[in-house]
């Protein structure tokens, strides 16, 4: 869900701008998943870049301040989603963990790293949502710990509709700072993708799990 349109437009230009975001439907990505995809977006890369993961950071927290101002700890999804949660962390004054997809096979055996509370409400912080599953493993394992998770941010979302559906079943409000529709409008208004592109683009993402790319 996205509360600020302006804030949308904003950083999905800023993703565009420092090729976060690539759009390739002749020769699509493959995902993890299998899906193949032509789009790929990587927010890491937004870490390199001060202004943008200081924007990131702090559009974070003000969802986190007007939206859950009880929030206890922030919880950082591994790999991508450590680095801002940490960040927000530290804007906020507020604990910090992450958690990974599953637990160590070493030492030990830790999926949560860092001091967790039971009884703390937890706020998850990842860089996208795609399928849900990362989220949904991540706040499964937080509250297995005791913790009270109430909502997710990230940066960017695809909107699959099944990704929200699992997140809501979780009872976990979500939010996003730009969204699959603004990256697109916003990819034809500065004149990376066409009119066909465009198209072609949103039919993916009504069936990716199928979609083998043009022909």
């Not at 977006?41 to 974070?60: A, V």
């Not at 940490?86 to 604990?95: G, I, R």
């Not at 790293?113 to 949904?136: C, F, H, M, N, R």
């Not at 997710?152 to 699959?160: E, N």
Request: overall charge negative; glycine content about 10%; charged content about 20%.
């Amino acid at each position: 869900m996205i509360l600020n349109e302006s804030v949308a437009q904003k950083m999905a230009g800023l993703l565009l701008q420092i090729n976060a975001v690539r759009l390739n439907l002749n020769e699509p990505f493959t995902w993890s998943s299998g899906w193949k995809s032509p789009i790929y977006c990587d927010n890491r890369l937004s870490l390199s870049f001060p202004e943008i993961r200081t924007f990131i950071k702090e559009e974070i927290s003000n969802i986190i301040n007007l939206k859950f101002p009880d929030t206890e700890l922030i919880a950082g999804v591994a790999t991508a989603g450590i680095a801002h949660g940490a960040l927000v962390a530290d804007y906020l004054e507020t604990p910090f963990c992450y958690v990974r997809s599953s637990s160590k096979g070493h030492g030990l055996g830790n999926s949560i790293e860092g001091l967790v509370v039971p009884g703390q409400k937890a706020i998850v912080v990842e860089d996208l949502i795609s399928t849900g599953g990362s989220g949904i493993s991540v706040i499964d394992s937080l509250r297995g710990a005791g913790c009270e998770v109430t909502g997710l941010i990230a940066i960017f979302t695809y909107g699959f509709p099944e990704a929200e559906k699992k997140l809501l079943s979780k009872q976990v409000l979500f939010y996003t700072l730009t969204d699959y529709d603004t990256l697109l409008n916003e990819a034809l208004s500065q004149g990376v993708i066409s009119g066909d592109q465009l198209s072609g683009l949103q039919q993916w993402r009504m069936a990716p799990s199928t979609w083998e790319g043009l022909r």
